[in-house]
């Protein structure tokens, strides 16, 4: 079976003179298309081989070894190599940038116990509270409904008890009569002592529905009336924040997740050396001068920061005396401290 060559192009001839193929014409366009074909298949074969691209690189930049060029390029590698060596072997100091807040180290959280709606605020945005005072007033029909019916219930089966227990003074019961009533008195007193258990959980939900100050400072949410009064909470949503501003303040701040490594290594070493790992930070109120503070903790998980995206919270602790001004959620820039590293 003959084979058939595969075509992979086709040659165009035009003849001009006349439009019949004369056996001369024919001759020279096969001499053409032999030739053609030599170099077709020439230029795949050398096109095919291995790694042609980077043969082809190298033998276009051969030229800059040669002549007049040979001077540039050793000067130039030569200053390549320089920069890499001072890159591994030049140190600097390898500070670590993260951003956080000033706040009052004693600040509370006041938060929901129980699901109602705000009838009244009494607490306003930065003014003096003392530990109980009442910040908020809540109302809940569910809880009032719910402990007026135990009440009733309990009622009731007081009045069952003490009915049951006149029968005692009967005259004439028999042995069997008095046991069956002594058997109703221990059910009706099982009943009582449950719905008092009951109704001491409900007291402390009334209780409950004043929302009161977890310690003494001042009121750090912004409008808390506007915020708070005539909407429905649930249990644990967070209303309010009561901060010390008289006491110690720190900064917050929320590091990176990358940075994290070098930081744990940093107060590791720190800590082993029993030395504390030094920060530097900017207020936003104050960026012309820059203070000095020590981390005094570092949280072992990761959140999530609305704005910094993944980040462990690093505790700074500060003077609060050097500040010129101490306002809860300052924002600050921070610098930790890492050593020495190699520029690179």
Not at 257 to 265: D, I, L, P, Q, T
């Amino acid at each position: 079976k003959q084979t058939v060559p595969e075509v992979v192009g086709a040659l165009g001839v035009e003849n001009i003179e006349d439009n019949r193929v004369n056996p001369a014409m024919r001759q020279r366009v096969d001499v053409v298309v032999q030739h053609s074909s030599s170099a077709l298949a020439n230029a795949e074969e050398h096109n095919s081989l291995f790694l042609m691209p980077v043969w082809r690189a190298i033998g276009k930049a051969k030229w800059i070894m040669q002549g007049r060029t040979l001077p540039k390029t050793i000067a130039i590698t030569s200053a390549i190599v320089a920069l890499i060596l001072a890159l591994i072997i030049v140190r600097a100091d390898f500070d670590l940038k993260g951003d956080g807040e000033l706040q009052p180290q004693d600040r509370r959280e006041v938060y929901a116990q129980v699901d109602g709606l705000v009838t009244k605020v009494e607490a306003e945005h930065l003014k003096n509270v003392k530990e109980g005072d009442v910040l908020a007033t809540l109302q809940s029909t569910e809880i009032d409904a719910e402990y007026e019916r135990l009440l009733g219930e309990r009622e009731t089966v007081q009045e069952q008890f003490d009915a049951e227990d006149r029968k005692l003074l009967q005259r004439g019961l028999t042995d069997e009569e008095e046991t069956q009533i002594q058997g109703n008195l221990d059910g009706f007193i099982a009943q009582i002592s449950s719905l008092n258990k009951q109704i001491t959980i409900y007291q402390e939900k009334l209780a409950n529905l004043e929302v009161l100050s977890p310690m003494d400072g001042i009121l750090l949410t912004w409008k808390p009336k506007d915020q708070l009064e005539r909407r429905p909470v649930k249990t644990g949503q967070k209303l309010m924040t009561v901060v010390n501003p008289d006491g110690p303040w720190e900064i917050e701040v929320f590091m990176s997740e990358s940075r994290m490594g070098h930081v744990n290594r940093s107060w590791n070493k720190a800590e082993e050396e029993k030395e504390p790992l030094k920060v530097t930070y900017i207020l936003a109120t104050d960026p012309g001068k820059e203070f000095e503070g020590d981390v005094v903790e570092i949280h072992g998980a990761a959140d999530v920061h609305e704005d910094e995206g993944n980040t462990v919270k690093i505790r700074i602790r500060i003077n609060k005396d050097e500040l010129p001004e101490l306002r809860p959620g300052t924002g600050v820039t921070t610098k930790v401290h890492c050593g020495r590293r190699s520029i690179g």
